[in-house]
């Protein structure tokens, strides 16, 4: 009630004021906050819109660590036929593929660290769905509350197919083992696509929004291998 109150007391006073100047200085220093506050809301909504009409309307996201782009040409619709193959209708969306990032190839260290800030962070907000790297670097981020658990999700027929050289486990103290990735040699569609030329590790972010998906593109690749 006071705040209704003071808004008609304000306003009495707007309309008994003949000069304009006069009205706009009485509106900044009574209501400035509230206006700012305003502006800042219609900024970031601004903003908010402008950046979803730019985004591409993704269905995948798949990081790809130390692969080889940067000095040949990879085929990047790779994950949009695997998805196909996999008889996932995905519509208009795209698989996107970060292909810019790269851990022990640099001899500066900073610039390993910069990158697994990164890393840390997209796994963080769960902002990707698929994970590829050499063992190395997948074994530095490895675990199960980070990557899905594989022997959960693939079909069993697709399980009993994989040797268990093939096999990456995350084994915790208590010596119990969970399936977080799959390696992948040279016959992989990745390697085709000329990502890849050693073998690497690809596993499924836990927390990803396709985590379907990416258990159909890792399923495809299996199933392509027989």
């Avoid at 908010?48 to 990081?63: F, K, M, P, Q, W």
Wanted: charged share 30%; glycine share 6%.
């Amino acid at each position: 009630m006071r705040l209704i109150e003071q808004l008609k007391d304000d306003r009495e006073k707007l309309l008994r004021m003949d000069d304009a100047r006069q009205r706009a200085v009485f509106i900044w220093d009574y209501y400035k906050f509230p206006i700012l506050a305003l502006l800042f809301l219609l900024l970031f909504l601004f903003a908010v819109i402008l950046g979803n009409s730019g985004r591409e309307d993704i269905c995948l996201h798949a990081v790809l660590i130390n692969n080889d782009s940067l000095i040949i040409e990879c085929d990047d619709t790779v994950f949009d036929r695997l998805l196909a193959d996999a008889g996932i209708d995905t519509g208009r969306e795209k698989a996107k593929i970060s292909a810019d990032l790269a851990l022990g190839r640099s001899d500066d260290e900073a610039d390993d660290i910069e990158a697994i800030q990164v890393l840390n962070a997209m796994f963080l907000l769960s902002d990707f769905d698929l994970y590829v790297s050499d063992e190395k670097y997948f074994e530095y981020f490895a675990d199960p509350d980070v990557f899905a658990d594989l022997s959960l999700l693939l079909e069993s027929g697709l399980l009993s197919e994989i040797p268990d050289e093939d096999r990456y486990y995350y084994t915790d103290r208590n010596g119990a083992r969970t399936l977080l990735g799959i390696c992948l040699g040279e016959d992989s569609a990745l390697h085709k696509a000329g990502y890849y030329h050693n073998e690497v590790v690809i596993g499924a972010v836990a927390g990803g929004d396709n985590l379907d998906k990416a258990i159909a593109v890792i399923s495809q690749l299996l199933s392509n291998r027989k």
